[in-house]
């Protein structure tokens, strides 16, 4: 049986995991161009190689700095960038970080 990799990663206060199945790449952004949206994570959209995705910060909260995006595909199969402020790295075990997209949990977003 294949275990699941995750990337963990810090997003503010929350300890988050992406399966590694899903995550694109790890860019560097300052661009964001800001939406009107109810949603709380929402916070703007970013060019990420002439596709547009959306900016998702895990734990709602303000950007303060956009210097770290996860790029990953999403349940409707659109492009978000998760707001990291720390990269944690790869593992076989996710631990108490929330799960925001695994293999069979796609974050509808």
């Given at each position: 049986?294949?275990?699941?990799?995750?990337?963990l990663?810090r997003s503010?206060?929350e300890?988050?995991?992406?399966?590694?199945s899903?995550?694109?790449?790890?860019?560097?952004h300052?661009?964001?161009?800001?939406?009107?949206s109810?949603?709380?994570?929402?916070?703007?959209r970013v060019?990420?190689?002439?596709e547009?995705?959306k900016?998702?910060?895990?734990?709602?909260?303000?950007?303060?700095?956009l210097?770290?995006?996860?790029?990953?595909?999403?349940?409707?199969?659109r492009l978000?960038?998760?707001v990291a402020?720390?990269?944690?790295?790869?593992?076989?075990?996710?631990?108490?970080?929330r799960?925001?997209?695994g293999?069979r949990?796609?974050?509808?977003?």
């Amino acid at each position: 049986m294949q275990s699941s990799r995750y990337l963990l990663f810090r997003s503010g206060s929350e300890s988050c995991a992406l399966a590694l199945s899903c995550v694109r790449e790890i860019a560097r952004h300052s661009v964001l161009a800001s939406v009107d949206s109810n949603a709380e994570f929402d916070r703007g959209r970013v060019n990420a190689r002439g596709e547009i995705a959306k900016v998702i910060v895990p734990g709602g909260g303000e950007i303060e700095n956009l210097a770290i995006c996860i790029l990953a595909e999403l349940e409707d199969g659109r492009l978000g960038a998760f707001v990291a402020d720390e990269i944690q790295g790869v593992h076989e075990d996710r631990g108490n970080a929330r799960l925001l997209i695994g293999e069979r949990n796609r974050f509808a977003a």
